[in-house]
């Protein structure tokens, strides 16, 4: 079955284009090219005087066609180097529809409507395809920084595409290839990287091309595939390399802070941190194929001229420490090979100052969960002891966890209202000391 195409944006005719009549062809009508096999069309500047250049895979059965609403005078020329050398190839007196057949590709053909021309080129690409020789990549850290970029080496034949303007220029087209490797995304929601397939657009010539693309973050081959003309033509080639290691470091890191759901306690609102003492786990989440170290560093100072604590292991992906001194603290992480490292990540971890306050009375066994047990309040401590007694000195209640309580029963049984002693002693995270002794209220029992 023969296709047919079409040009459906004619060239406008201009000014310019008028002054320049003798040496350009204007758009004034319509080329149609049927072929029994492929082809594909581009259009060139207006300035070469060219409305298309056809790029046929075959030039067998080429037909280039006219078709008008109303008789006309035509005639068909064709041109090597120079729309002004043109030869007359057929002419035809009033008719609606013309075509002209036995085509030679690397010429121009010239329809002529009336006084009005349209040219087109003719290309057979399959006297022009590309071959692919070799697809290389150079990790010579020495002329090449394997942490941002990734450099190719292509060898390829691809002659050249020519063609003449309507002026006498030659000009010759861009063989636009497509490079594609694997990449990682990293994606928030899902706390994952996706792989994902990376294109860019490569205008390459022969004999050897230098391609360079950004680091991948995974190990990939890259392909080259191409030209944009052969893609048109269902005739595409295209070239992978061998695999390729990953060097270039990318960290996503994310934090876990043990939760405390402590009614007594009272809480900070920041973004990581508060009460003390504060546990949270650090993950790198690192391309893993190219770390060989993690290291987590701890300081005083946002800036990490004085490091206070260090960790570092080549497996150390992920980091569990407890805050307990008051005051803030900056955590980063470093991850890194022989050649690329990643040091962007840092944490601010701040650290309440302590609180201590201590009820004087409490209402066990009336209204449960209000005010049903002796707590203390508080806020950022690291050691607690408590002790409740009588007025007798018999020790009723003994706690080390300021999250505890008395719930007003001794041996099992509900005390009797009145008057009990508590002593507690405790240590802030900020180094504050609390030695407090007072009595207590139980107002009702049961």
Known sequence: MKKEYHNQNPMKQTFLLAMMLLLACVSFAQIGITSSGAFTGYTPSAATGINTIYLCNGMEDVTLSFSGNAPANVTWSRYKYALSDAVVLKTENSVTASSISGLQEGYGYVLNVD?????????????????????????????????????????????????????????????????????????????????????????????????????????????????QFAKALGIERTISSAVYQPWAVITNPTTEMEE?????????????????????????????EAV???????????????????????????????????????????????????????????????????????????????????RVVYKSLVKFHGAIVNRWGVKLFEWNDPSKGWDGKYNGSYVKPGAYFYFIEATGSDGKKYSLKGDVNILTTD
């Not at 080129?121 to 990549?137: G, K, M, N, R």
């Not at 002026?167 to 990293?186: A, H, I, P, S």
């Not at 090979?337 to 971890?349: A, G, L, P, Q, R």
Request: hydrophobic letters at 35%.
């Open 115 to 227: 006084g009005k021309q349209t040219c087109v080129w003719l290309i057979d690409y399959a006297l022009y395809p590309v071959s692919f020789q070799s697809l290389t990549f150079d990790t010579d850290t020495s002329v090449v920084d394997l942490c941002s970029v990734s450099k190719l080496q292509l060898q390829l034949t691809a002659p050249e595409l020519a063609f003449y303007t309507a002026g006498g220029t030659k000009q010759v087209l861009n063989r636009e290839f497509t490079l594609l490797y694997d990449q990682l995304e990293w994606d928030s929601e899902t706390l994952v990287y996706k792989k994902i397939q990376q294109t860019q657009k490569e205008l390459l010539s022969a004999p050897q091309a230098t391609i360079f693309a950004g680091a991948p973050y995974c190990s990939t081959t890259f392909t080259i595939q191409g030209d």
């Open 292 to 374: 060989n170290q993690y290291e987590w560093e701890f300081s005083d100072e946002s800036s990490f001229s004085k490091i206070d604590l260090r960790f570092a292991s080549p497996t150390m992906s992920t980091l569990t420490h407890t805050f307990s001194e008051a005051g803030s603290k900056s955590v980063r992480l470093i991850a890194s090979n022989k050649y690329c490292v990643d040091s962007t990540s840092v944490f601010t971890v701040k650290v309440s100052d302590s609180f201590l306050d201590v009820p004087n009375f409490f209402t066990p066994g009336t209204t449960p969960d209000v005010n049903d047990e002796f």
């Open 260 to 288: 405390r759901d402590n009614p007594n306690e009272t809480k900070d609102e920041v973004e990581l941190g508060g009460s003390g003492p504060v546990k949270i786990q650090f993950t790198a989440n690192a391309n893993e």
